[in-house]
């Protein structure tokens, strides 16, 4: 897991390195500068190219003149520095870097407050005016600038954080940020960059190492944690070679109605192949026939509409309940008469947390460690409106610590929030799985692996990276514009291979 750090505690981390490594900040930033021009020059290999590098005055600044000398020494021969000059402050690192810079010979502008803003001739602009310092929206001179350069439409790659973009906090959706084509950002991605806000003013970004002391960063042990491909693979086990079907579960999935079928069907289908192994679907009569042309390997318990149907609730070692389910008495019925028979922890999604939201009476039934997967909408409905999605993982944190329960926020970057405080951000998955179904594939593979024994909390973590990592591995070789969420389910048994070796 890669640690994600909010700007108080990346200033600490920052402040450990040049105390205990130690090293001087200055050196530090000779570092960072060194970091993102190693990773600019294998992208913008053109060194014809006009490059603009905008600086402010404190260290992101420093940053920017850094590395408009080093790219100079890269002969990179068009480079121009505009610094603004628009507060009274500089630090000492941008006024040592900023001698550099004389003495290196490279041509420079100065604006100061009011100023009218000079021409831009070049194709790239470096963004360093203002980094994960920043603790105001941008108003006066620095709007102004920000403005007139989104205007120009040029190429932008920002040093940090895009000017303009808080690191961590509630961002306001109307913010003025200068948009990034990309962000090579220092240690670790910025926590803001993983939700949606961001996502009108980033369109990639990159993290390079500029070795911030690990152990530090450990020690402060943040909730905020990137999930990683390694942490993947030490969760997954290859299946022991005398097993069984009986080694690895019997999950139930409670889902569909006659209308909605075919969310029973991916669920269903998400379950046997992420490896349960029995899976009952609990579906109304009318689908019988659908599901035993479809998926031969799911046993079904039909309901009539009427009444619960008798379940031998203990054989099960894990439900998902709701996709497709409707939100009628019946539905309600049932899910209340689950929620009272069955005290293992279960999967809970689609109609199943709008039958909760509806009857808050429910909430103390659910099992100790359940998993609530609600996507934005469905989220909002069970906890209130949020002005922001760093305000949502707020109340993802008490929710799931006051309920005992995980919680698994859908998005680009799904979020899981557990019981015991961790907040964990997963790497996968992509646009192309944005298609009606998919979440219900994800409550299948959920259940299966609760069903296969894994702790809950390891259940989301495993869950949210197999599905988008199988919706990687369709969408992206061939960039595909869709996936289906039934081509990903049948993907997960390649997925898991892969992830198991
Ligand atoms: N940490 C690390 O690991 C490393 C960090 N490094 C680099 O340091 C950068 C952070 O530098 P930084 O702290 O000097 O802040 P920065 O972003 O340059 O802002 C400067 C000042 O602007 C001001 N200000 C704020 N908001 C404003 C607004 N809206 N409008 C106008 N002014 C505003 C505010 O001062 P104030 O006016 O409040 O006194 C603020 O202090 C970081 O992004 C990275 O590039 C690397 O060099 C080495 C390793
Ligand atoms: N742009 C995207 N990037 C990554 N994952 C996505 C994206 N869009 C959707 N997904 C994933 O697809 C699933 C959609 O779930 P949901 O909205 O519940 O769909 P449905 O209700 O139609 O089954 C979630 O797991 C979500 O993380
Ligand atoms: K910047």
């Known amino acids: 897991m890669l640690p994600l750090l909010t700007a108080k505690d990346i200033r600490k981390a920052d402040a450990y390195t040049i105390k205990h490594e130690p090293i001087s900040s200055i050196d530090l930033m000779e570092r960072a500068a060194k970091a993102f021009v190693g990773w600019f020059i294998n992208h913008f290999p053109d060194k014809k190219q006009a490059i603009t590098v905008y600086c402010g005055t404190g260290n992101n600044g420093g940053d920017g003149l850094a590395i408009a000398r080093m790219l100079n020494e890269h002969h990179y021969k068009k480079i121009c520095v ?111 960059f993983l939700l949606p806000e961001s996502g009108p003013h980033i369109n990639c970004w990159e993290a390079v190492n500029i070795g911030l002391s690990g152990e530090f960063i450990q020690s402060l042990n943040s909730p905020y944690q990137f999930i990683e491909e390694k942490d993947i693979r030490q969760l997954l086990r290859p299946r022991p070679r005398f097993s069984n079907k009986g080694t690895f579960g019997h999950a139930l999935i409670i889902a569909g109605q006659p209308e909605t079928m075919g969310a029973a069907l991916l669920s269903a289908s998400g379950c046997a192949h992420a490896g349960a192994g029995l899976t009952t679907a609990c579906i109304p009569q009318s689908g019988l026939v659908a599901l035993n042309t479809s998926q031969p390997e799911v046993m079904a ?91 949502r993982i707020q109340t993802a944190i008490v929710r799931a610590a006051e309920y005992n329960i995980n919680i698994l926020l859908k998005n680009n970057y799904t979020i899981i929030a557990t019981p015991g405080g961790r907040v964990y951000f997963n790497p996968t998955g992509n646009p192309a799985m944005a298609t009606g179904g998919m979440g219900d594939v994800l409550t299948g593979i959920l259940a299966s692996l609760l069903a296969q024994q894994h702790p809950p909390e390891q259940a989301c973590i495993i869950g949210a990276y197999i599905h988008g990592k199988a919706g990687d591995e369709l969408a992206l070789p061939s960039r595909m514009t869709v996936v289906m969420p039934g081509k990903l389910a049948q993907q997960l048994p390649v997925t898991i291979a892969r992830l198991t070796l």
Do not use: C
């Open 82 to 192: 505009v610094v603004a000059r628009f507060g009274k402050k500089s630090t000492a690192d941008f006024d040592g870097n900023f001698e550099r810079l004389i003495t290196a010979g490279i041509p420079y502008t100065g604006i100061n407050p009011g100023d009218k803003l000079p021409d831009d001739k070049g194709q790239i602009i470096i963004d360093a005016l203002l980094g994960s310092g920043l603790n105001k929206p941008l108003a006066g001179d620095y709007a102004r600038l920000v403005n007139h350069l989104n205007d120009l439409n040029k190429t932008v790659v920002a040093v940090d954080v895009p000017t303009g973009l808080f690191t961590d906090g509630d961002m306001p959706a109307d913010a003025l940020v200068l948009k990034a084509g990309l962000v090579i950002t220092f240690q670790q991605p910025k926590l803001s």
């Open 301 to 391: 318990i039909m309901r009539d509409g009427k009444k619960t149907p008798e379940m031998a609730w203990d054989k099960f070692s894990a439900i998902g309940i709701g996709p497709g389910l409707g939100k009628d008495k019946q539905a309600l019925q049932l899910l209340g008469n689950t929620l009272k028979n069955y005290q293992k922890p279960m999967v809970i999604d689609a109609d199943a947390l709008n039958l909760l939201s509806a009857n808050p009476k429910l909430w103390k039934k659910i099992p100790a460690g359940s998993i609530l997967t609600p996507h934005m909408k469905e989220f909002d409905r069970l906890f209130g409106g949020h002005i922001s999605w760093w305000s």
